[in-house]
């Protein structure tokens, strides 16, 4: 079977983790990507050989910073079987009429509304509903730990309820435009959008309050889930480890903090200290009567990227579920964390 030809448009902090994994890739194929600015960046994903595509009117611009180009964002849909769009949030609406325009699928991320794709997407929870579609959402990457953890405590016991608190990353490392250096911001009103972006794919009650705070390494989430069946705490835990993109990690090993997450990804040899696991405390996870409690860590920059892998091959069926997750888990050495 012929690769699937993927552009990225959106070359930003999911979009160059996205088009990375995409060059890991046997089954697809990496077109280019689109650059709107001729900074750093552009030359850097240039100097890797990746294409790059900029709007119209700017190829000048570029080529005077010595980036070369190799056409317009419109080229690079036209050759295109799929776009990811990575731009920032609420761009992606304004896209979809061009990759309407020219019959390409789609991937949009966790900062469009549900409604631009009318399907959103996590692979453990509905792979198999992607088949075939033009268009789908990969959830943000809170929504992404959230359903990661959910999915395998409704399987095993089958969700009444769940309650989280959601302590956020205020900026990304690389992002020095945001950013609040001494403060913590509640998101109102309440409960925040998480909640509601978890049912988009997994339909159990849950309410979700969030607060930035002033760092950019990992978000947090404290966890408490009402179960149907009673659960059992060693069922529980051999469950997660059996799943690779969860990772238990022990304050007995003094990881006691997202600081020390991302110290292990980055002794172990992660590119960028990328971390596509949810992780789990396993010392954390409580367990009383009917209820579940647990913290979790998010790395934002990274969780959603085997999820744009996934859906792509989804969207083509090009593999079925477990064979696809395995793929991808594979070419980003998902599951070598574990200590
Ligand atoms: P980003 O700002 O890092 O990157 C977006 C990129 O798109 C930038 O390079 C920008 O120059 C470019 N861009 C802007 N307008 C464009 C246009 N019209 N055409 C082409 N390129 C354009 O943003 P990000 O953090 O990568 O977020 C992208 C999407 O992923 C958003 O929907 C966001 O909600 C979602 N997301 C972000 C995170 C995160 O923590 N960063 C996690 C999960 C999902």
């Known amino acids: ?29 990496l ?13 850097i994903a240039s100097s890797k050989g990746i294409n790059i595509y900029v709007p119209e009117g700017s190829e000048e611009t570029f080529e005077n910073k010595g980036v070369k180009v190799s056409g317009t964002i419109e080229d690079l849909i036209t050759k295109v079987d ?6 920032p949030g609420g761009v992606g609406a304004q896209n979809k009429p061009l990759y309407e325009k020219h019959g390409v699928k789609a991937i949009f991320q966790g900062g469009e509304k549900h409604e631009v794709a009318g399907f959103s997407f ?23 730990g959230l359903l990661r953890t ?40 309440v409960p925040s959008h998480h ?21 950019t390494l990992m978000h947090l989430h404290a966890l408490q889930v009402k179960t149907e069946k009673k659960p059992n705490k060693e069922e529980l835990l051999e469950t997660f480890s059996s799943y690779k993109r969860i990772l238990l990690v022990s304050k007995n090993l003094g990881i006691k903090s997202t600081a020390k997450i991302v110290e292990i990804a980055r002794d172990l040899g992660r590119k960028r200290y990328d971390i596509y696991e949810v992780v789990l405390w396993e010392d954390s996870i409580s367990v009383k009567d009917y209820s ?9 920059e990274a ?37």
């Open 122 to 144: 996590n692979a453990y929870v509905n792979y198999n509903d992607a088949k075939r579609r033009k268009f789908v959402r990969v959830v943000s990457c809170n929504t992404t």
């Open 195 to 215: 909640g509601p972006d978890v049912r988009t794919v997994l339909d159990v009650p849950i309410e979700t309050m969030a607060v930035k705070t002033p760092t």
């Open 82 to 87: 799929v776009i990811v769009d990575a731009t």
């Open 150 to 189: 959910l999915h395998v405590i409704n399987e095993l016991y089958g969700i009444k309820e769940a309650f989280a608190v959601i302590i956020r990353r205020a900026a990304d490392p690389a992002d020095d435009k945001a950013g609040i250096i001494n403060t913590l911001e509640p998101a109102i009103p």
């Open 1 to 29: 079977m012929a690769k699937v030809k993927v552009g990225v448009n959106g070359y930003g902090t999911i979009g160059k983790r996205v088009a990375d994994a995409i060059l890991l890739q046997d089954d697809m194929e």
């Open 31 to 43: 077109v280019g990507v689109s650059k709107t600015k001729p900074d750093f960046i552009a030359k």
């Open 292 to 300: 579940i409690y647990l913290y979790q860590a998010v790395h934002q």
């Open 303 to 339: 969780i959603v990227v085997p999820e744009n892998i996934d859906a792509i091959r989804a969207m083509f069926e090009l593999a079925e579920k477990e064979e696809s997750i395995k793929k991808t888990d594979e070419s980003l050495s998902i599951g070598t964390l574990e200590l």
